[in-house]
């Protein structure tokens, strides 16, 4: 059983210097660096050879989400500027890919850069051109506390409306990693997408996936292999920092998700040979099989996977894949829908026992994070070898850096 108590945050750290952080991508998305780990043996290659050492038959499975224009500025008439950075829709929907499409005004729990600048009930107002239409936007903080703002906006000398999707595309900006410490420039909005990123909602980009270009998408299902493509909207808590020695501490953020029923079936049929691509897809793949071991304990419970919930049912015995799956196809069939929305902040660290995921892509990723801990997770001890490998190869690392195929023991 996993000692929750016994997992220290200083066993997960590594020497990070600044210059080998990727301020900026290739020129070519699939040149860069690959390294394939499979039962502690190491090879180095390039990205778009990953075909040649992927699993016989796997299916690859991808997070389509798209990153929004989150970050928005707003000036003051004394000339303060207060920047909002979008989390969370809350009204008139919670449901991200719905609250794109809002139009005149909704509410969002939101960071707030400059805060104290801002008094409750104080009108920010802009004007943009949204669509080669004249709008004219207002901000209020309507939720002291829980930093909750209101917008709103209207399009001036037309009957006409816009939504909020094409508002924050004219209004905000691409948020980049705060560790690449630079202002976002207009390369970034093609750049810090992947090439198949379709849902719109994510703050940051589910970056394993850059590497990937239509050439490498096409050349994999050439050579057999299936491509899958769920939706987990990333959360800006991605980039939090572990603060406490002892991790079980650490608050997990929330992020959306949403599976289909192809998804499902999909999965179901290649039960053993899945590969997500990126942590997020491996969070979102998890989360689906407890969410399946709750409806096989209550055919009503709600999609919602809690940080700790894998741990709690350590020793016993619990459904497999297959009938977790077939769990949530049932629920599907149930409801008659065709998707199903839900929010999980699980927390995957060493100890944790993978029950749909045989591997992962993914880039090199932040010391002390929730991430290298997945890893460690996935790889065990061997998360280090491959980290020295990296280094001593010159691999670029985290968002527009090099990558992994890690396949697990």
Avoid at 16 to 27: C, N, Q, S, W, Y
Avoid at 254 to 274: G, H, K, S, Y
Avoid at 333 to 342: N, V
Avoid at 384 to 391: L, S, W
Wanted: with cysteine; net charge negative.
């Amino acid at each position: 059983m996993t000692n929750l108590t016994s997992i220290k945050l200083s066993d997960y750290t590594y020497d990070l210097p600044d210059e080998r952080i990727a301020k900026f991508p290739l020129a070519q998305r699939d040149q860069s660096k690959l390294q394939v780990y499979r039962n502690g043996t190491i090879t180095h290659t390039k990205f778009y050879q990953i075909g040649d050492f992927l699993p016989e038959n796997c299916l690859l499975v991808f997070n389509n989400t798209k990153v929004i224009p989150a970050r928005i500025h707003f000036q003051k008439a004394t000339g303060a500027t207060i920047q909002i950075f979008l989390l969370h829709p809350i009204a008139p929907t919670p449901v991200i890919n719905l609250a794109m499409e809002v139009q005149e005004a909704c509410v969002w729990e939101c960071m707030i850069g400059n805060r104290k600048r801002w008094k409750k009930d104080e009108v920010l107002s802009q004007k943009v051109w949204v669509n080669q239409l004249e709008v004219e936007v207002k901000a209020t903080l309507v939720a002291n506390d829980e930093n909750h703002v209101a917008l709103s906006w209207q399009v001036l000398q037309q009957d006409t409306k816009v939504t909020f999707v094409d508002l924050i595309q004219a209004l905000g900006e691409i948020p980049l990693p705060p560790y690449l410490n630079r202002a976002t420039e207009a390369a970034d909005y093609e750049t810090y997408q992947t090439v198949y990123s379709q849902k719109k909602g994510a703050v940051a980009a589910p970056t394993a996936g850059l590497h990937f270009t239509n050439e490498v998408l096409t050349g994999l299902q050439s050579k057999g292999f299936q491509l899958d493509y769920l939706t987990l909207h990333v959360g800006a808590g991605t980039f939090q920092p572990i603060k406490v020695e002892n991790i079980i501490e650490h608050r997990m953020h929330n992020e959306q998700l949403v599976f289909n029923r192809t998804n499902v079936l999909r999965l179901l049929a290649n039960i053993d040979n899945i590969i997500p691509v990126g942590t997020t897809s491996m969070r979102a793949l998890e989360s689906l099989y407890w969410f399946g071991v709750k409806l096989c304990e209550d055919a009503n419970a709600s999609f919602f996977v809690e940080k700790l919930f894998p741990y709690q049912h350590e020793n016993r015995v619990i459904p497999t894949p297959t009938v977790a799956l077939q769990a949530v196809l049932a629920h599907l069939e149930a409801t008659g829908k065709e998707e199903i929305i839900g929010e999980t902040e699980i927390f995957i660290f060493p100890g944790y026992q993978f029950k749909l995921c045989k591997g992962i892509v993914t880039n090199y990723h932040q010391p002390e994070s929730t991430l290298i801990l997945l890893i460690a997770a996935l790889i065990g001890e061997d998360w280090r070898k491959v980290y020295e490998e990296a280094m001593q190869n010159d691999y670029r690392f985290l968002s527009y850096g090099d990558s992994s195929l890690l396949l697990g023991h």
